[in-house]
């Protein structure tokens, strides 16, 4: 697992890691019974649209209403209501046929109260341009097929029912646990970057030791050439995957498995090696192996194994998730090297660009004026996460068909320990790249520290900037209630900082060009305009 074979693949998943972005759907309990004083009840999850019809928060102030199967009819026109009539009837019908919305105005018209539209795939939210049917007023709302029939085995012919929609409490805690795994994942790696600098300055005094450094290189650059071509492949593969999603999202969830593995391997080796007990080795390939290293690997192997098989598993697999998430972000953020404050201004100037476009101009150019960020989010082949931003929240749905792309941090909201619980589970989620992009600025101001001697000033102002464009998101998040696009708060706040930071420590041309550039120039490499002493210089002196 050397770092040069490690890396193609590392590199190749960071590629997708901003590929990926979400948004919400908004979920109601069925609640269903039987008739008769000792009948059996049960919960049932539905999704409607807030904004089309209100419902109460509680069961006690939800209205009983008995509900009639048309499944069987498509109830398109006036004629496909059953003699008997639908009035004040809760109407099951079947998706299909014609506009859900035109159902619903059948309905109404013939007295019923409200729409339950079943799908027997996925549940698909009530959207549409209602502007067309601004007449209908009845609650519409969508149901899966599977649930009703189970709800008929279950209950009977004779069923009755009552909805309504939970509130959700003010304070959202998965927003906390993203800004403490966000914030330590960036600030971890970029510490790391700048211990790895500090250990290839100190290297550059001993001939020996700069021999087995070039051996055992910890960085793959990144020149302003590469960030360039690295944002183009990133649109191509945007492009690519909206097209050929179902193919190439298994592409994906592979190159995910491979290089979290790899990535959690990397990171907890470094921290194995350390321990100065288990250390016996055996010999294979002429090579002396580590046995401890043979079973983390087995380890980080098994990790993305079980993940990769129960991935749809949504009451647990959001945590091997997570896991295997951070170890990756983490690796790449002390592993990739922007050289200068001048790549980092191109990565994340590009980037943001690149989330705009794919965000808020496509819609403009695509057949059904969706973003194409919103189409991958959900998969082109529908599902109930819709998006527009990628820190969100989103419901999981066991039924859907097809695979969701598995480059973002997952948090599950307490709905799981509730009523909502049939709902599955709604979760907040955060995209890699919001975590890796600016992470990389970071870890360039912590090498940037240690080059210059300048006390940590850079990484630390960098940070806090990091902490506070995420903070700034959620408030943004929360006014909205709607998804953001979180490198539209991230990148400013960071790049502004640090050069603010920059201009006031009268370092900006350094900065920008990067500090190593005068290493190669200079014998002694003078970092500072006043003081042409580096840390690793003193740090050898010593």
């Not at 999850?45 to 807030?50: A, T």
């Not at 419902?55 to 398109?76: D, F, G, K, R, V």
């Not at 539209?117 to 698909?124: C, P, T, Y």
């Not at 690519?240 to 190159?255: D, R, S």
Request: aromatic content about 10%; charged content about 15%; hydrophobic content about 45%.
């Amino acid at each position: 697992m050397g770092p040069q074979r490690r890396l193609p693949s590392a590199a190749a998943a960071l590629v997708w890691g901003f590929l990926l972005r979400l948004t919400a759907a908004q979920e109601a309990i069925l609640h269903a019974s039987g008739n008769g004083t000792s009948s059996p009840s049960k919960d049932y999850c539905m999704l409607y649209n807030p904004h089309w019809t209100a419902l109460p928060s509680t069961l006690e102030n939800a209205t009983s209403i008995s509900l009639m199967n048309l499944t069987s009819t498509p109830l398109c026109n006036i004629s496909d209501i059953p003699p008997d009539g639908i009035k004040n009837k809760a109407v099951v019908v079947q998706w299909g046929t014609c506009h859900f919305l035109q159902k619903a105005r059948i309905a109404q018209i013939g007295g019923a109260e409200a729409l339950l539209v079943a799908n027997n795939s996925v549940l698909f939210p009530p959207l549409g341009n209602k502007s067309e049917f601004h007449d209908v007023k009845i609650l519409i709302a969508f149901m899966n097929y599977k649930d009703f029939k189970d709800m008929k085995q279950t209950l009977g012919d004779n069923i009755t029912v009552k909805m309504y929609s939970p509130s959700w409490p003010n304070f959202d805690y998965t927003m906390v646990v993203i800004f403490v795994i966000a914030v330590f994942t960036v600030a971890l790696g970029g510490y790391w970057s700048g211990l790895i600098e500090l250990e290839n300055m100190r290297a550059m005094a001993n001939p020996e030791d700069r021999e087995m450094r070039k051996k055992k290189e910890d960085y793959l650059t990144f020149s302003p050439l590469t960030v360039v071509i690295f944002v183009g492949i990133c649109c191509v593969m945007m492009v690519l995957l909206y097209f050929f999603y179902k193919w190439l999202v298994y592409v994906m969830i592979a190159i995910f498995c491979i290089a979290s593995a790899m990535s959690m391997y990397n990171c907890l080796a470094a921290l194995i090696r350390k321990i100065p007990y288990g250390q016996c080795t055996i010999m294979c390939g002429g090579k002396s192996i580590e046995v401890r290293l043979i079973f983390l690997s087995g380890l980080c192997i098994a990790i993305a194994v079980v993940w990769a098989v129960f991935r749809n598993e949504d009451r647990w697999a959001w945590i091997l998730q997570d896991i295997l998430g951070i170890a990756f972000c983490l690796n790449l953020i002390k592993t990739l090297k922007l050289p200068n404050f001048k790549s980092c201004v191109i990565l994340l100037g590009l980037l943001l660009l690149y989330d705009v476009f794919f965000v808020f101009i496509t819609p403009f150019i695509t057949k059904n004026g969706e973003s194409i960020m919103v189409e991958l989010a959900a998969g082109p082949f529908g599902n109930n996460e819709k998006n527009d931003g990628n820190l969100v929240e989103a419901t999981a749905q066991p039924s859907a068909p097809h695979e969701k792309l598995p480059v973002v941090i997952r948090v599950p909201k307490l709905a799981c320990f509730s009523v909502m619980s049939v709902c599955v589970m709604p979760v907040s989620i955060l995209g890699f790249g919001d975590i890796i992009v600016p992470g990389l600025l970071i870890a360039y101001c912590r090498r940037f520290d240690e080059q210059t001697g300048s006390s940590s000033v850079y990484y630390i102002s960098s940070t806090i900037a990091y902490a506070v464009g995420m903070i700034l998101t959620f408030v943004v998040l929360v006014l909205m209630k709607k998804g953001q696009p979180a490198l539209l708060y991230l990148v400013p706040c960071t790049l502004i900082t640090a050069s603010v930071v920059a201009w006031r420590r009268k370092e900006m041309k350094k900065f920008w060009k990067g500090s190593g550039y005068q290493m190669m120039d200079q014998p002694d490499y003078a970092t500072n305009e006043e003081n042409p002493v580096t840390a690793g210089e003193q740090d050898v002196q010593q």
